[in-house]
């Protein structure tokens, strides 16, 4: 059946199954490979999108709830790469594999919007459903309070992280 | 091309080679040969074929280098580089990294397993470096006739006098110089380093952040079909009959067949690597999408032959390890004096059994490869460790040329060791074949749970003994571990040096096998994540009992080697760790609450030095938190990227933690039980405590990362265990036991 919704911005329409997962149209269907597979019972947070600006698992989450939503991927988040949350990660260096890190920054952008300050807790609350299996979760930790430290400067800010590898996490 | 090709000699087996390039510019690589001649021939021969080399460098002056290695997320591709653009003396900004393919004639050491790529290529990068960075300065010494010697270099330039070329300039004039011997060409000295050191972020992370497609998963070749593939849940059970009409009617599938490469197999086997694969039979499942072909899974109805590991179970295990405990040993791995005998007349003896379970590896990437046979050959895309042997075997299995095989290296959604085996190159290289199409073959969770090469399980009947000053004088081990006739199954072997060995007059390590039908293999710090387990948590009994603080008792004890013994690693490296983890971790010292203690651990493993402490509360209702990690490391005189180094450092240490506390694989009726991340627990964020790294920098060779921080957690932290609640963890993992204390 033909499905309609707003794709990174952009009005989009599949032909697909309506119980095929959200994940396996964007991957397959559409080729937007940043959104990842991990488990497919949304267990890691790897394919971690927002619908409505929501995290939502698309690994679990049938094509057709879709529907006339608004749907952002990793490859929507900015046009250029330039979300605070995506340079945080640059700046502070933390993926390693890299694979879950789309899932993180789509999970700790949804925070991020709706808790521009989040603290320690706030973190672990919102971010305990992606799983890195490198384990580079002091460094995401790091990389979310820089973020908003970054969303709340200007836009021409230069402000600088406190350097990729500090010893402690 | 119009080439003008140049070599020199870069090791007894090496040669550089430069190359200009048409538009400008010089292409410097390695070409490796038996013999120097023909290497040079094939030099001039192969210009175009020589484009993946090692440095490619244009007259915008941009190098573009060449990652050799395959990339998991140990940050190679990034290191390697660094390497080489450190002796180039160009600026990191005006680097660019590519990935290189897999190819045996340009590159050595394409491999990606036990932290060996800063210990191989540590010199050999920087020497193609500085060759390169030599030629540059000999083209622009005989535009300015002068001496080579008298020209400095500085971030991409060249400098005499007031006079200067960039090197961009000179790429093209440099590609006429003959390359020197990269063996005698000067490195510099790592005063002047300005690359080596820093903290360089990963090159791919921009595209990381951006979800541009990196990984195996993420390929795509024209006319390709998805697969699946459905094994016997019995490890090495084969498929006897199958519905496979029904299935081939299902939407989205276009075809599905029986795979059965036993035979094959098992004749190409005796020749395999090291890290060889199990035969695959199972039922292919290909169509136009990866979601319908992974649904029609459902509607399989398959009778199986489960063949004799269908009898193999966990609790099978557990009881024929403690019959064997009871028994004679099966043969010995060391005997150093005379355990039976110190142990006889010891002040004070403890007795101890310890096991660990199976392990998954677990990559959050599930398994995947794309292959397509065209042109004669076979093309794929795959997340492989070790591409080399892969392709070694892989053509004696599929009965083809090994040169007809050409293979891609993706980014990997981590490895762990679980990508030094190749069974799903092979899987999807069988579908492929058989579906006469290009094919992605990409595995469930489920899959990749079940059908790992697991880090072995192991038990350890171990008694000590101490003489009346509380000094450790006996131990001996008798290590139940799996394999057949003389053989031990892959990873499930000790080496016959562990510490303690040599460094008690009365050592005894003894071994005892059980056959085993499922598949094990190499997880980080293989061996090692085990045994240090099992040595570090009895060395603190041993402590306990003869009432010394436990970190001060492992100081006395790597002063104690004997007279001509020889431990496996350097006492006093270790002893330096030990001390620097005491220091930072206030051990003694700190004023901690009822409720939390700190417990000690040190190994050394891929000639690193790890000594670690692990802080922890327990409450009186058994509840654990662990509140820090500290780490200290003795890698060498050089952290080649430092920034890489420390995630390496706490991402090994929070793996063994997650190791420690729920990880377990477990087996009924040769099937795996587990299934994916709810039942097996990979570490989450809100688990995760700070982990602090500190270093000596010790005057040695620089080693590698990717591993020997793992080791130590474990024990560490059932050792703070024990200071909080008394309690000896003997198995892993911790969530099996009641940690309540009063």
Redesign the interface.
């Known amino acids: 059946m033909a499905i309609a919704f707003t794709l990174n911005g952009k009005s989009t329409t599949v032909e697909a199954p309506p119980e095929m997962p959200l994940l396996w149209v964007l991957r397959d269907e559409l080729d937007l490979k940043g959104t990842k597979f991990g488990c497919g019972r949304s267990f890691c947070g790897a394919c971690t999108v927002h619908v409505n600006g929501e995290p939502e698992r698309s690994c679990r989450m049938p094509v057709s709830r879709a529907e006339g939503k608004e749907i952002t991927t990793i490859e929507g988040l900015s046009e250029d790469g330039a979300h605070p949350v995506q340079v945080a990660w640059q700046e502070i260096d933390v993926p390693q594999c890299g694979y879950c890190q789309a899932g993180q920054i789509m999970s700790a952008s949804a925070l991020l919007a709706g808790n521009p300050q989040p603290t320690d807790g706030d973190i672990d609350e919102a971010m305990s459903g992606n799983i890195c299996r490198c384990a580079t979760y002091g460094r995401i930790r790091a990389a979310i309070h820089h973020a908003a430290k970054l969303a709340q400067a200007p836009p021409t800010s230069h402000e600088t992280a406190t350097g990729a590898g500090g010893s402690e996490a | 091309m119009n080439a003008v090709d140049k070599t020199g000699n870069l090791s007894r087996r090496g040669f550089l080679h430069v190359t200009a390039l048409a538009g400008g510019g010089m292409l410097i690589g390695a070409r490796f040969s038996l013999d120097g001649a023909r290497g040079a021939a094939a030099a001039t021969a192969g210009a175009d074929a020589a484009l993946n080399a090692f440095i490619r460098l244009t007259p915008d002056g941009i190098a573009t280098i060449m990652a050799q290695n395959p990339?998991?997320?140990?940050?190679v591709k990034t290191m390697l580089p660094m390497l080489i653009a450190e002796e180039l003396d160009i600026p990191w900004s005006q680097v660019r990294v590519e990935q290189a393919d897999f190819d045996s004639t340009k590159y050595r050491g394409q491999m990606a397993g036990g932290s060996m790529a800063t210990p191989m290529h540590y010199q050999s990068m920087r020497r193609v470096g500085a060759a390169a960075r030599a030629m540059l300065v000999a083209a622009a010494a005989k535009q300015w006739k002068t001496d080579p010697e008298k020209c400095t270099t500085e971030a991409g330039v060249v400098h005499f006098k007031k006079k200067s070329l960039s090197y961009g300039e000179l790429a093209t004039a440099a590609a006429e110089i003959e390359p020197p011997n990269p063996r005698t060409v000067p490195l510099k000295d790592p005063a002047d380093f300005r690359i080596i050191g820093q903290?360089i972020?990963?090159v791919?992370?921009?595209k990381?952040?951006?979800?541009?497609?990196?990984?195996g998963?993420?390929v795509?070749v024209p006319g390709m079909k998805?697969a699946v593939f459905e094994k016997c849940r019995v490890h090495g059970g084969k498929v006897k009959t199958a519905n496979l009409d029904a299935v081939k009617a299902s939407?989205g599938v276009t075809d599905a067949f029986v795979v059965d490469a036993t035979a094959q197999a098992e004749s190409a086997a005796a020749s395999f690597s090291m890290f060889q694969v199990a035969p695959p039979n199972g039922i292919a499942i290909v169509g136009d999408?990866?979601?319908?072909v992974n649904e029609a899974r459902s509607k399989l109805e398959v009778t199986w032959d489960e063949g004799p590991t269908a009898s193999q179970s966990t609790a099978a295990f557990d009881r024929q390890a403690e019959e064997l405990s009871m028994q004679a040993p099966e043969r010995d791995l060391r005997n150093d004096g005379d355990a039976a005998g110190a142990l006889a007349s010891a002040a004070k003896t403890l007795e101890a059994a310890y096991q660990y379970p199976f392990l998954a590896h677990?990559?959050?990437?599930?398994q995947n490869t794309t292959a397509h046979f065209h042109h004669g050959g076979l093309e794929m895309w795959a997340p492989i460790q070790t591409p080399q042997f892969a392709r070694g075997d892989l053509a004696k299995t599929l009965g083809i040329p090994e040169d007809q095989i050409t293979i891609h290296l993706t980014?990997?959604?981590?490895?762990?060791g679980r990508r030094l085996y190749w069974d799903y190159m092979l899987e999807a290289a069988l579908i492929a074949r058989q579906a006469g199409v290009p094919v992605k073959l990409?595995w469930?969770?489920e899959d990749d749970t079940r059908f790992d090469f697991f880090r072995p399980g192991g038990y350890h009947y171990l008694k000590g003994g101490l003489d009346d000053s509380g000094n450790l004088v006996a131990w001996r081990d008798h290590f139940v571990s799996f394999g057949e006739g003389p053989r031990f199954a892959p990873s499930a072997e000790m080496a016959p040096n562990e510490f303690p060995q040599a460094f008690v007059p009365n050592f005894a390590l003894q071994a005892s096998k059980m056959p085993l039908g499922i598949p094990t293999g190499a997880l980080r710090a293989p061996t090692s994540n085990a045994i240090s387990f099992v040595v570090q948590s009895f060395i603190d009994e041993l402590a306990a009992e003869a009432g010394k603080d436990p970190l001060q008792f492992r100081l006395d004890l790597l002063d104690a080697a004997p007279d001509g013994m020889r431990p496996a690693f350097d006492a006093k490296r270790m002893k330096a760790v030990l001390e620097l983890v005491r220091d930072k971790s206030g051990w003694g010292t700190a004023d901690l609450p009822e409720g939390t203690g700190q417990g000690v651990a040190f190994h050394f493993s891929h000639r690193g030095y790890f000594a670690e402490v692990v802080q922890a509360t327990v409450s009186k209702e058994g509840e654990l938190g662990v509140d820090r990690i500290w780490v200290a490391g003795d890698v060498g005189r050089q952290l080649v990227n430092?920034?890489?180094?420390?995630?390496?450092v706490?991402?090994a240490a929070?793996?063994g933690l997650?190791q420690a506390l729920d990880q377990e694989i477990t087996f009924e009726g040769g099937r795996t039980k587990e299934s994916?991340?709810?039942n097996f627990k990979?570490?989450?964020?809100?688990q995760?405590?700070?982990?602090?790294?500190?270093w000596v920098m010790s005057d040695n060779q620089p080693t590698g990362l990717g591993e020997p921080a793992l080791p130590p957690v474990p024990p560490a932290l059932c050792n703070a265990i024990f200071a909080v609640t008394g309690k000896r963890i003997r198995s892993l993992p911790i969530a099996k036991h009641d940690l309540s204390w009063t």
């Open positions: 990339e998991i997320g140990q940050g903290e972020p990963g791919d992370n921009p990381i952040v951006t979800g541009e497609p990196l990984f998963i993420d795509t998805y939407p999408s990866w979601w319908l677990a990559p959050l990437e599930p980014r990997m959604g981590g490895g762990f990409v469930t969770r430092p920034s890489n180094a420390v995630n390496q706490q991402g929070l793996d997650a994916n991340f709810h990979l570490l989450r964020i809100d995760a405590p700070p982990v602090e790294v500190h």
